[in-house]
């Protein structure tokens, strides 16, 4: 049994077709993958086994799994906009993004790609933001761009916008969350590329992706992932930059925010964060002062931290008397594998198996934590 | 040796009369006032003695003693305006004011004196207030006051007048730096009156005094002192509503502050109050929910808490040589009284004596927390 991702080492460009097809193919999301990785060794292996794993869960009809000549395709289309296709644990993947439990497998990145191995601060904020919220975005990110760090937001209006803009010229990365050619909103498209001058636009969905309103949160766990902090400036209550301060604290990244009056809607939800205990910003140095200590313990460089030893794969299929012993004890509520392996008295590996059947089959969820519930 | 200050029994007029003779006269402030009292046993004594004790302190000519005939008159002429001069101890003083250490020994009142009983919060901010900062004073004073609380402000302009404004039905309290006829500023006189229909204004000062700029900052420890909490709105670096919350602090008084933009500098005081630990108010639910505790427990209705048992007096004055010991121990520096009393060695009484002397020679200061320093 080999470590399934293994960290510093440059894919081969048939390993990398093979992870490419893996990730496009239909139910196999950031977790689903490691989880196929970790239970067949590599993704060709995961590749073979997907038809069998969806039918034993159940499927009527297999998912659909991403062909040779799409995935060939997608790899020229990247190159020809002069994109790199990273994958996790390559050199290039950004250290901190790699350490989520649901980091992508692959990147598309457009720019100057050593920006993504620089300390990054994130900031995000209202799309309809005040032109104090704007100006203060924008002077903040100079300034953190000045000290050296590099400001990671959304390529959205308002706020994002600004960030980008003030740190334009220390390096800034957007991560984005339809393809490459499918920038949003389009009339920054122009931002986006003098962003990848001395930065990084950055996408985990296929080139040609048009982005979906439920993409939008799925990306505000990149631009927490690649940060070691989160800035809120002026933030609706049940707006996305409190979607991305939530992750950044299920990643155990330090949340800031600006405060601003009571009266402005727009300042409601970043007033609730520092109620909540979010640090309070009025300059750039009360981030840096905070992300000091954090900044001189560099991530660890292990694209993975397994919550437990992977069990070696039984080699047998789970029979059908285990399936339903799992799938009992499953419902809409998420709920731990440890405790499902615990309660149902099977291997860890006949439950692994059941799980990623289930997940092909599109009828199981997996959340953070280890927790997985019926979808 | 009897209790000096007795709590909630009333002054006769006599007594009332040599406690503003006291207050008044050159060189007695709060603390003194309250040094002379427990040292004399009571006010007619202590004025008998401050001839003898400013002689002795080294005055080349002794302080102005405050006449029989101009107290009367003081008396008579805050009667005229409809006030009432309540000392410390009796039932209407205010019961958390009566706690500080340096409480005023007699306040001038002017209005509905049950308001001074009720659970304060304290409200203060910036003179030059943005529209929203007054509109949102005026906002949380009203809903405080909805709330049972009454509302202490010092009738400045901004966000003082409008905490006032806010809360003129539900009862409010403004502690002014002059004296009753010399309202500052002037255009607030017709407030004033407003307030007194179902608060009070409140002055330590003789009623004719014209307020300079010294008198505020000692007027806010009044504002801090009446209340259980200040909540700051817009206040720049250096304001006056920052020693406000420094004196709220020394008092044991909550701080709250409002936030607000970092491009606003009449924000930048209260957004570095909330950098430094005060709690972070959007609505009046936030205060209320912070202070409840406090008004669940009542102020103890004590006149005055010794830090220490007050020596009786020795019945002699002190020596030349335990002058001497006592002054070689004093410099700029505020030092401890405790610290004067083992340094030198000396009986606690002839310390207290020599220090009354030279309080009352104008060359000795008493500071907070029983520190006295040269002037």
Known sequence: MRAAISVSAHLTDEERLAWLRLIRSQNVGPRTFRALIDHYGDARAALAALPGLARRGGASAPGRIATRDEALGEIRAVQSIGAALVAL?????????????????????????????????????????????????????????????????????????????????????????????????????????????????????PIDHEPRARDFPRRNRLISGL????????????????????????????????????????????????????????????????????????????????????????????TADERTRITTLLGPTPVGIDDLIRLSGLPPAIVRAVLLELELAGTLERHGGGLVSLV
Chains 1, 2 share one sequence.
Do not use: W
Request: net charge neutral; proline share 9%; hydrophobic share 45%.
């Open 227 to 318: 940060a070691a902090g989160v800035v809120v400036i002026e933030a609706a209550q049940r707006s996305g930059s409190l979607i991305t301060a939530r992750m950044a604290l299920e990643q155990g990244r330090e949340v800031f925010a600006v405060p601003g009056s009571p009266l402005d809607p727009r300042c409601e939800g970043s007033n609730n964060l520092l109620k909540q205990g979010a640090t309070l910003v009025t300059e750039a140095g009360d981030i840096i002062a905070a992300l000091r200590p954090i900044f001189e313990r560099p991530p660890q460089l292990s694209a993975r931290e397994p919550e437990r030893p992977i069990a070696p794969s039984p080699g047998r299929e789970p």
């Open 89 to 205: 644990g390559e050199p290039d993947y950004p250290p901190r993004l790699m350490m989520i439990d649901d980091a992508p497998p692959l990147i598309a990145v457009r720019g100057k790609l050593a920006v993504l191995l620089r300390p990054t601060v994130a900031i995000v904020g209202a799309r309809n933001a005040s032109a104090a919220g704007i100006k203060f975005a924008e002077r903040l990110a100079r300034e953190l761009g000045e000290a050296g760090l590099v400001v990671a937001s959304g390529l959205a209006r308002g706020i994002d916008a600004a960030a980008h803009r003030g740190s334009l010229a220390s390096g800034t990365v957007a991560a984005i969350a339809g393809g490459h050619n499918r920038i949003y909103p389009p009339e920054h498209a122009t931002l986006a590329d003098a962003i990848t001058a001395d930065g990084v636009v950055l996408s985990e969905m």
